[in-house]
């Protein structure tokens, strides 16, 4: 064997182009089985259509008679038959035959009838004539059958080759079942008026509460669907929030009323705890697991219909502010009160649960403005609900965001707002801001070590350590769930700023407005955290109201109270001395009301612990001496509940200063004579008189009154047999009065006519009225009604 016998040896193919080649014959094989089942279909479709298109030539086409025949008359009918007797092969005929055959034509009309004509064949066996309708006359159209729709099957290989498999698609008829309800609906809607009319009051009442019960049963399915699974049954808060549009006017304001109310539980109950943020582009385009598309499907789904619930609220209010009447007219104007107060409320429990989820901001822009409506149930519903936000925020976010949005509106209404708008501010929780900060805060922070620093200064197994020990520092600071304190300094920081514009604003431009009183008190609390370059203007302008007699007793007991705040806080540094401050304060106390409770009493208690106790280094004793008697005279025409804590002012004055229990002998030391109408308490010589008011207030008909009473006549001692209980010994002045105050205990003048019981209501905390008094007291009240009743007979006679 030579070279030119290998030259044509041919080589043997390898693996790998034995399945190149057979991968190349099995997709030739599929297009050409995929070619002939095209040409396959195509063939059947053309011969569908070519039979379609012969059925619809035929049905179209009119029918017509084979043959036309026109009614002939009687002689020319008599020369036919002539004619056609003549025709005949008489001659081979019989005679019989003949006549027979004449006979067998007359009959045979079906031959001579022009088909064209509906008449009847037999038309003159029948008695009577009846005329055929038009619509037998019309030709009939063959009843076309609907081209079904085929869906290709997979085919089935046979010996012969691949046999096609088809299947007719299923047609349901969902546009007939949707219709047919719809049309139902309008045409019940058509007669709903005509038949509401046609029935009795009681069937119209029973009407409305069969379908109220239909719509609190559908409301109350689909609140529970979705509460029972929120991720699954999202799509139902659609379906539930559509009910807002109920037009039926029977029980429109109901059922809208009992939506708003159950989608706010709903909202409540499955809102989670964290802010939903909006997905960036590049989120929305990785692909993630399918239980993180449901929870983002769930997220998404739970804005988008906060969002719409929230819109509907707000345009039920503005449709009841602005009195605009809808086309749909299910709802009258008079009801937009009602339908405005359960969104209001709806929004204010909103405000107050969901602080942390979206749209909160948006929930305070529209809450705040409703706070000064000229609707007391509206303004107190909007009051209460952002006294309870600040008093529960503690991260500092919700109450900047009030704060920013009441001052706006107080200056863009020039300050012509309610009270209540302003008093609100005294729910702020920054008590525990100090804005002096200590060596802990100020300390520079530990950081942890770089991996040079470890690599130069540590050992292999230091660094080991090291390394365990400052994770374990991180997981720590993790797991510690608070606020990083100087976040919390600075919103508190920013907000107490808005706060003391609004209030600085009001003092130099409003005076005169009805704020001031509200102003005033938000001072006295917030006085210890103003800056100290502001005193002496604060302090002057304070003073400057107090002296020009426009202000009432309780806004200049406030600016007592503020400036005294002022001065105990940080002003302990500046030598101010506010004795025109403890004149006016001793000159008002006896302007307190006799006749009814007196909360002014709470704030002159304040004034006093304030004044006399926490500043006693610089409090002479004979200024601690005349407001001990001056408290005394006042004690003797308060009301029980003022009287008690007036007496336990007088109790912390005689442990504060020792000294004053020389009011409780006869002697006098010194010379003058104790001056009461003086107004100035270090020089009405209070050393020269004593407390003889404890000895009327022994006999008071109050019991605490008396224990006070005899407690202060030994000298307020805090041991032995003249010492007060451990209850009233640790409650302070204010707490007393508070524990103690009288409510609803207002005698109404006596009416002329028979004596009636009046009933008496003593609210005296725990104290019980003895028999003998209760008995004195409805003799005086039936002596006092009968005298009454003489007067207005002494007057008709």
Known sequence: MGPASKKNKKKRPSFRKLLKTSNLKLENKEKNRQFKQQNSAKKQRKEQRKIQQAITDVSHKPLKPLERYKKKLVGEEEEDEEEFLESLPVDMMDEDDLEQIKAMAKKASFLTRDISSSAPVHAKKRKSEQPVPKYEKMPRKMQLEEEKELIHLLPIKDKHGLIPQTMEKPVVPEAEEEEEPVDQDEFNKEEEPESLALLSPQEQVELRSQRLMEKKLRIASLSSAILADPHVNIKKLKELRAMLMETDPCIAVTVRKLVMVSLMEVFKDIVPSYRIRPLTEEEKATKVKKETMQLREFEQGLVSQYKFYLEDLEQTIKDWKQNKEKRSQAVSLQSYKGLAEVAIRCICDLLVALSHFNFHNNIIVMVVPLMSDRFWKVSEMCCEAISKLLKQDKLGQASLAVVKVISGMVKSRNYKVKPQVLNCLLSLRIKEVEMKKDTADTAPKKKFMSYKEKRANLSRMQRKWKKAEEKLQKELLETEASESKDKKIKLHTETLNIVFLTYFRILKKAQKSALLPSVLEGLAKFAHLINLEFFDDLLAVLYGLIMSGDLTVRESLHCILTSFHVLSGQGDVLNIDPLKFYNHLYKTLLTLHAGETNDNTAIVLRCLDIMLTKRRKQVTLQRAQGFLKRLSTLSLHLMPDSCVGILAANRTLMHTFPKCDILLDNEMQGSGVYLPELDVPEYCNP????????????????????KFAVHLMKGAPSEGSGALNMELSRRTPVQLFEDYSVKDMTFNPPVAGP?????????????????????QIDAALQDESEQSLDFTLQQET
Do not use: Y
């Not at 020269?688 to 019991?703: A, C, D, G, M, Q």
């Not at 019981?757 to 008094?773: N, R, Y």
């Open 687 to 706: 050393q020269n008189t004593s407390l003889w008011e404890l000895h009327l207030l022994k006999t008071h008909f109050h019991p605490i009154v008396r």
């Open 755 to 775: 004596p009636t019981k009046k009933k008496e209501h003593f609210t005296i905390g725990d104290a019980i009225l003895d028999s003998e008094l209760k008995a």
